[in-house]
C-alpha cells in the first residue's frame, strides 16, 4: 500500500515546486509601478500624508530583499522566502494541531463512556 503515499508526496513536492517558480518568477516580473492605492493617492494629491508603516525597515519591506541591488532579483527573493515562511508556518500549525486531536482522541478512548452493570 506504499503506491498512495508515493503518489501523495510526489503530488505534494509537484505543488511546492510550481508554486516557488510562479513566487520566484512572477516576482522577479512583477510591475514596479505603484499599486492602486499608491496611484489614487497620487491622483487625488493625498500621497503626501502617508508614513511608513512599523515594519517599513524590515528585511522583505517593499516586496524585496533588503541588501540585494537588483529589484528583480530582490523581488523574486522575497516571492520565494514568503512561500517558504508561509510553509513553515502552516506546516507547524499543522503539527501541533494534528498532535493535540490525536492526543485528545487516545483520552477519549481511555476514558469509558458508561460504568458497567453492578459497579457503581
Given at each position: 500500500m506504499k503506491a498512495p503515499r508515493r503518489r501523495t508526496v510526489g503530488f505534494l513536492l509537484t505543488g511546492l515546486l510550481v508554486t516557488l517558480l510562479v513566487?520566484?518568477?512572477?516576482?522577479?516580473?512583477?510591475?514596479?509601478?505603484?499599486?492602486?492605492?499608491?496611484?489614487?493617492?497620487?491622483?487625488?494629491?493625498?500621497?503626501?500624508?502617508?508614513?511608513?508603516?512599523?515594519?517599513?525597515?524590515?528585511?522583505?519591506?517593499?516586496y524585496g530583499v533588503a541588501g540585494i541591488g537588483d529589484a528583480r532579483l530582490s523581488g523574486g527573493l522575497a516571492g520565494v522566502t514568503g512561500v517558504l515562511v508561509t510553509l513553515l508556518l502552516a506546516g507547524g500549525l499543522t503539527l501541533v494541531v494534528r498532535r493535540r486531536s490525536a492526543g485528545s482522541q487516545d483520552a477519549a478512548a481511555e476514558t469509558p463512556d458508561r460504568v458497567p452493570a453492578g459497579r457503581d
Open positions: 513566487a520566484g518568477v512572477g516576482s522577479y516580473y512583477a510591475s514596479s509601478s505603484p499599486d492602486g492605492l499608491e496611484w489614487s493617492a497620487e491622483e487625488e494629491g493625498f500621497m503626501d500624508t502617508a508614513r511608513d508603516s512599523a515594519v517599513a525597515g524590515s528585511p522583505l519591506a517593499d
